[in-house]
């Protein structure tokens, strides 16, 4: 299982519940990206990290969503009091170099968050 | 206007054709990529072009940056190619790792 994984698969919250959504990325790999795809669209890049660091979270839609990678593997996708707008696929990346865009991105299955 | 523009949105063929996505952009890039997601949401990366060509078995992606267009072409298209393609481009900034992404082109193949 050298790929990326995300988890949970899915997961359905009511509205102005937390959710924390998981990625495993490669190991060793050093940038990881989140993505919101929304149905019918293409994905929308949330936050790139560089190991440990968040060095872009402008795709960030509001203070409600919240990123982190404290040992530059795991990393963890935080969205507290959920509206139904963030109803959504939500999918990690990671990438083996810095500068992630550049190269080859290995993406995981997604979660598929749907809030009620 | 969204930056990444692709064509067709859907795209239906007969299995052998010949399939050509393009996919048009409105600002400066350092890199494209073409990715593949089949239903369930899995994504391939299949290319990332910064000039020029690149071939990988049946599948042709081409860049052209001065026209600001890239296409993917299949050859000898097959049932199982039948997925979305997406268009993503590396915008010209400085240290800015953000992928923009087209709506992608759903493709289906017919036996």
């Known amino acids: 299982g050298a790929g990326v994984s995300q988890s949970p698969r899915y997961k359905v919250a009511k509205r102005g519940q937390d959710v924390a959504l998981r990625c495993d990325p490669i190991?060793?790999?050093?940038?990881l990206f989140w993505y919101q795809q929304a149905l019918g669209q293409g994905p929308e890049f949330l936050t790139y990290f560089q190991n440990e660091a968040q060095l872009d979270k402008s795709g960030l839609p509001s203070d409600r969503f919240f990123a982190e990678r404290p040992e530059g593997s795991v990393s963890t996708l935080k969205i507290q009091r959920t509206q139904q707008e963030d109803s959504a696929v939500y999918l990690c990346?990671?990438?083996?170099?810095?500068?992630?865009?550049?190269?080859?991105?290995?993406f995981g299955p997604g979660t598929r968050l749907t809030v009620l | 206007k969204n930056e990444v523009e692709q064509s067709p949105q859907n795209l239906t063929a007969q299995e052998g054709e010949f399939i050509t996505i393009n996919c048009s952009y409105s600002v400066g890039i350092s890199a494209l990529h073409w990715l593949q997601q089949h239903p369930g949401g899995g994504i391939v990366s299949l290319f990332m072009l910064s000039s020029g060509k690149k071939k990988h078995g049946r599948l042709i992606a081409t860049i052209n940056i001065q026209e600001k267009h890239s296409s993917l072409h299949i050859t000898a298209s097959h049932p199982r190619d039948s997925a979305v393609y997406i268009c993503a481009v590396r915008l010209l900034n400085f240290g800015n790792e953000k992928l923009t992404f087209g709506t992608g082109t759903r493709l289906t193949i017919i036996p």
């Open positions: 190991s060793g790999h050093v940038s």
């Open positions: 990346a990671s990438s083996p170099y810095p500068g992630g865009s550049y190269n080859e991105q290995f």
